[in-house]
Nanobody, 119 residues
Framework: QVQLVESGGGLVQPGGSLRLSCAVS????????MAWYRQAPGKRREFVAG???????NYADSVKGRFTLSRDNDKNMLYLQMNSLKPEDTGVYYC?????????????WGQGTQVTVSS
């Protein structure tokens, strides 16, 4: 069973920065597509940023130019650098990985890390 553990959330003032990390267990990290999602109170979970296939990172319009997605296949880590944070970025941020391993589709989520942007 693959486990995802997010970290790096917290309370930050508007305009501040945070770096989220997602540690992924197992040996199939490089085979997965992966993304960050977030869920604000009373709202649906929404896509933030992700790697799909062999392409570069994709971003939601609301975070383009402020957030940077990266991955380290040697360390099994996914990162989200968040700059110029706004109150509307507040929510629980979830790491998600998915893909086919040995012809079996796998899809895993982390438990989430809280990000609160407030003065």
């Amino acid at each position: 069973q693959v486990q995802l553990v997010e970290s790096g959330g917290g309370l930050v003032q508007p305009g501040g920065s945070l770096r989220l990390s997602c540690a992924v267990s197992g040996s199939s990290f490089s085979r997965y597509d992966m993304a960050w999602y977030r869920q604000a109170p009373g709202k649906r979970r929404e896509f933030v940023a992700g790697f799909f296939g062999s392409g570069g990172p994709n971003y939601a319009d609301s975070v383009k130019g402020r957030f940077t997605l990266s991955r380290d296949n040697d360390k099994n880590m996914l990162y989200l650098q968040m700059n110029s944070l706004k109150p509307e970025d507040t929510g629980v941020y979830y790491c998600n990985v998915w893909g086919y391993v040995a012809a079996k589709f796998e899809n895993y989520w982390g438990q989430g890390t809280q990000v609160t942007v407030s003065s």
